[in-house]
Structure formats: C-alpha cells, structure tokens
C-alpha cells in the first residue's frame, strides 16, 4: 500500500490520498491500511530528493509554503500517528528511506526539506532506540529499483535487524540498499 496523488494512482498498487498538510489525512493514512491489510508489521517512510526537487526547483513564498507542508509537516504528522499506533501495543519497524545523490545539486526548499527529513530520522531513531519497535535508516543514492526494494523486505524480516534497531547503541545510524545483514559475519566465523 502507498500514498499517491489522485492523478498518480495505479491498478497495480493499493493507493490511497494523503494530503500532506492534514494530521487528520496521516491517520487516515494509517487507518486504511490497517483496515485494509491489518496491522503493518513496517511503515516506510519513503523520501525522494530528486522527485521533490523538479516541484520545488524555485524559492518562492509559494514553493516555500507548498513545500513546508509537502515535504517537512507531512512527514512529522505521519511519524507522530505512526508511533503513537505502534505505542499501543502494534510491533512494527518504522523505516526512514532517503534517495538523495550526493552529487546532484538541489534547490533550496529541497535541500532543507532533506535535512528536516534526515534530523526527523535521526531523532526519532535516538528517541525510541530499546522501545518495543524498530526505527531504521536507510539512505540511498540509486533511483529505488526491484533489488532494493526485496533486499529491503528481505533486511526487515531478519532478526538480527530486530535487535539493532532496536538497541541504542545503533540509532541514528543510516544504512546503506542491498548492505549485509548485522550479525551475519558472527554466525559465520562460530
């Protein structure tokens, strides 16, 4: 299931609309899914530099309001619905996904969009490390394709993971699509 804009809705995939600027539209959100799949084991929070940067390549008072709201308000309205369902009682991952190419200048509401989305991440990681779910930060520089997208289902699934992101020694710590599995290379070398 993903959030889409009513003219980007596909057949293929379960959308359902999120107006970004609404606390009431990310419950909604969270409240279709669970109604539709059930409880989510993940919520992935999916933030895509080079997408948002072709909508908000100017500075104006215009972009800088649209963008706030698009890009920085959304994403704290959903992660304060998202833990506080996972709080009541709901184990689950939340996932923070950054595709941003380090060597593609974006414009200023996107740059600081991303670094409002990374110091979320970051946060929100630190808070909740040892809590009863998992905070994960993946950070790409790739377009997301199918490898990434089943390396990532595949990473949450390992129990290793579990631990990790649930362990504050290593919150806030970003990884990297398609890296290892923590605690792999232990189970090897016994």
Do not use: C
């Not at 595949?154 to 290892?180: E, T």
């Amino acid at each position: 299931m993903t959030t889409a804009a009513a003219d980007k809705k596909s057949n293929d995939v379960k959308t359902v609309s999120w107006t970004r600027s609404s606390p009431i539209s990310a419950r909604t959100v969270l409240l279709q899914a669970q109604n539709t799949f059930g409880i989510p084991a993940q919520t992935i929070l999916f933030f895509d530099a080079a997408d948002y940067a072709s909508a908000f390549s100017s500075y104006t008072l215009e972009t800088i309001t649209r963008g706030t709201d698009e890009m920085i308000l959304g994403y704290q309205y959903l992660v304060n619905e998202a833990i506080s369902r996972i709080q009541a009682g709901h184990d689950a991952n939340l996932v923070f996904y950054l595709q941003s190419d380090a060597e593609r200048e974006h414009g200023m509401m996107t740059a600081v969009a991303e670094a409002a989305f990374t110091a979320l991440a970051e946060k929100t990681a630190e808070l909740y490390a040892g809590k009863n779910f998992g905070v994960v930060l993946v950070k790409a520089e790739q377009p997301l394709n199918g490898d990434a997208a089943q390396w990532l289902f595949q990473y949450l699934q390992n129990d290793a993971v579990q631990k990790n992101a649930r362990n504050p020694k290593h919150a806030a710590h970003w990884i990297k699509p398609l890296s290892k599995v923590p605690g792999v290379l232990s189970l090897l070398n016994r």
